[in-house]
């Protein structure tokens, strides 16, 4: 019984790590522990959108998006160069408030942002596979304005 209970907790951690770390080697790189002034001004610096994953801690498919679609090699090669990357908790901080902003309905939700205006210029709700979501942003970065 100790034993299931040792796995089952070691399991668990194992999880709640890969999620807490939201990213990976050779996908998506996210800005870490940073305000969303920041992201703004970072985004201006480099003339380039915001991508933002709006996810809840609690969600399954944010769990997926994190673990099977950010971490590809490809999607990671383009939003690194085409966007400033953000994961927000929309539960917890500043998410709670741009959750208000953005008008998140469901989750996850996808957006990339011009950082000039706040305006959404492109949106993905739900889950999605990585090919979808690289055609998504390559749209998103050809109505690009910054």
Same mark, same amino acid.
């Given at each position: 019984?100790?034993?299931?209970? $040792?796995?089952?907790?070691?399991?668990?951690?194992?999880?709640?790590?890969? $999620?807490?770390?939201?990213?990976?080697?050779?996908?998506?790189? @996210?800005? %870490?522990?940073?305000?969303?002034k920041e992201i703004?001004?970072?985004?201006?610096?480099?003339? /380039?959108?915001? !991508?933002?994953?709006?996810?809840?801690?609690?969600?399954?498919?944010?769990?997926?998006?994190?673990?099977?679609? @950010? *971490?590809?090699?490809?999607?990671? %090669?383009? $939003?690194?160069? #085409? $966007?400033? #990357?953000?994961?927000?908790?929309?539960?917890?901080?500043?998410? &709670? /408030?741009?959750?208000?902003?953005?008008?998140?309905?469901?989750? *996850?939700?996808? !957006?990339?942002?011009? *950082?000039? #205006?706040?305006? &959404?210029v492109q949106s &993905?709700l739900g889950y999605?596979?990585? *090919?979808?979501?690289?055609?998504?942003? /390559?749209?998103?970065?050809? /109505?690009?304005?910054?």
């Amino acid at each position: 019984m100790n034993k299931r209970l $040792f796995l089952a907790t070691l399991g668990l951690f194992l999880s709640w790590s890969t $999620f807490a770390q939201h990213s990976s080697a050779t996908g998506i790189k @996210f800005e %870490e522990k940073t305000s969303w002034k920041e992201i703004i001004k970072k985004a201006k610096a480099e003339k /380039k959108l915001i !991508f933002m994953d709006a996810y809840t801690t609690w969600c399954g498919p944010c769990k997926a998006l994190q673990v099977k679609v @950010f *971490p590809d090699k490809q999607l990671g %090669e383009f $939003f690194n160069q #085409n $966007f400033v #990357n953000v994961a927000m908790d929309m539960e917890e901080g500043e998410g &709670v /408030k741009l959750s208000g902003i953005y008008d998140v309905q469901a989750y *996850p939700t996808l !957006f990339f942002i011009d *950082p000039n #205006n706040g305006k &959404v210029v492109q949106s &993905v709700l739900g889950y999605t596979e990585a *090919p979808q979501l690289l055609n998504t942003a /390559k749209r998103a970065a050809a /109505k690009r304005k910054v």
